[in-house]
């Protein structure tokens, strides 16, 4: 950010130095003012136009370094839990609002009068969940009712008191809540996409993976890139059914929060090699910070191979999941056991911040020249309209 920051002070500075060296803007009388009036008038306009170009300036190179550094942000899994859902009934609200009309008279000349007028809004029906962050998200009715028979716990907690205009029939809306009954098979799980810092995957490090070609980039996307939140990637083995699949979300919800993981099952077929992995973790370049990534190869229960892959320094938990999905066989209902198992005392997700301190990432030289060349021409672009309006 340093040499950006150099923008809103080079150029605003540049701009002043020639707009004082020039005569269009004379401050004293020896630069050709002619009064005192035109004096204040042109520091006024000078003061103008050191304030604006500082201030939109300072904004361009914001803009410019968040164009620059963007290659280094990344987005996420996060899970959580729905803790509430709400709903709540329409309603009518009486809305006071004011409507202009403009004549003109026989002299051509314009006039507006406003009028107040009152007109009665439908509100709802609304449907929301409640997270365990607190942030509250629309969700469709079928969804609330899908849920309300699961936590069979609605009760009504509120009425919004309906009111109308004229005639109008008001109507009132009653609020009702449903509050999750804190059961592991009651989870409702939530997902959503955030953004980290990654310097590692765009910096000359020696924690970055191999190059990747062309074509596995295109075959192996990161699951995050697709906006896909799913805790299962399938390149050939068997899919988990829906069940499964709802289970396995819930494993994410209930350790999501708490110790910020989320868990990848990366599933191939069972003749697929074991290099594959290698393959993956450089079209990824390597795992998201919060990932635990499993990859397997089985038939049937009958386990082919596992290898498991994260930024832990301590990979102890690698080994008991590994070692665990060996000897037990495999079922997505036991690899969900292993990780409420072990997640819990051997998972410690790693801070990138380490990384980022230290690490360099390079910069393409075109943004700050972005940056340069339209500071500069605002800066044109303001001068001239602050003189075409300065004897305002």
């Known amino acids: 950010m340093n040499m950006f920051a150099w923008v809103p002070i080079l150029i605003p500075l540049l701009g002043a130095l020639i707009v004082l060296l020039s005569p269009a803007w004379p401050i004293?009388?020896?630069q050709g003012a002619r009064s005192n009036w035109e004096i204040r008038r042109n520091w006024g306009a000078f003061g103008a136009y050191m304030v604006?170009?500082?201030?939109?300036?300072?904004?361009?190179?914001?803009?410019?370094?968040?164009?620059?550094i963007r290659k280094t942000k990344f987005p996420e899994v996060w899970n959580s839990e729905i803790v509430g859902i709400e709903h709540q009934e329409e309603w009518t609200e009486r809305v006071t609002y004011t409507v202009s009309h403009t004549t003109t008279d026989s002299k051509g000349k314009s006039h507006t009068t406003y009028e107040t007028k009152h007109r009665t809004d439908h509100n709802g029906p609304y449907w929301y969940t409640h997270d365990e962050y607190g942030k509250r998200e629309k969700i469709s009715g079928a969804e609330y009712n899908r849920w309300k028979n699961i936590w069979k716990d609605e009760k009504m907690t509120g009425v919004n008191k309906g009111s109308s205009a004229g005639w109008d029939k008001e109507i009132d809306g009653n609020i009702y809540r449903c509050v999750w009954p804190r059961t592991f098979e009651t989870i409702y799980p939530k997902t959503e996409?955030?953004?980290?810092?990654?310097?590692?995957?765009?910096?000359?490090?020696?924690?970055?993976w191999k190059e990747p070609t062309k074509e596995l980039i295109k075959k192996y996307r990161r699951p995050a890139d697709l906006r896909n939140t799913s805790p299962v990637i399938n390149y050939g083995g068997r899919s988990p059914t829906s069940d499964e699949r709802l289970y396995l979300q819930r494993v994410n919800a209930s350790l999501g929060p708490k110790f910020q993981i989320h868990s990848l099952l990366v599933i191939f077929g069972k003749d697929e090699l074991?290099?594959?992995?290698?393959?993956?973790?450089?079209?990824?370049?390597?795992?998201n910070k919060n990932e635990l990534v499993v990859f397997i190869s089985y038939d049937g229960e009958t386990v082919r191979w596992v290898e498991v892959h994260s930024w832990l320094d301590n990979t102890t938990l690698h080994a008991r999941m590994r070692d665990g999905i060996m000897e037990e066989g495999f079922s997505f209902q036991k690899y969900g056991e292993l990780l409420l198992e072990n997640v819990p005392t051997g998972w410690r997700r790693k801070h990138f911040s380490e990384f980022n301190n230290y690490l360099r990432v390079k910069i393409s030289p075109l943004w700050m020249i972005f940056?340069?060349?339209?500071?500069?021409?605002?800066?044109?672009?303001?001068?001239?309209?602050?003189?075409q309006n300065r004897g305002i």
């Open 28 to 30: 004293a009388r020896w």
């Open 52 to 68: 604006v170009n500082v201030f939109v300036c300072g904004i361009i190179a914001c803009l410019m370094w968040g164009g620059a």
């Open 193 to 208: 996409i955030h953004i980290y810092e990654n310097k590692v995957r765009v910096s000359d490090s020696v924690f970055k």
């Open 274 to 287: 074991r290099s594959v992995v290698s393959d993956v973790l450089s079209a990824w370049q390597g795992p």
């Open 371 to 387: 940056a340069l060349i339209i500071s500069a021409m605002f800066g044109f672009g303001s001068y001239w309209f602050i003189n």
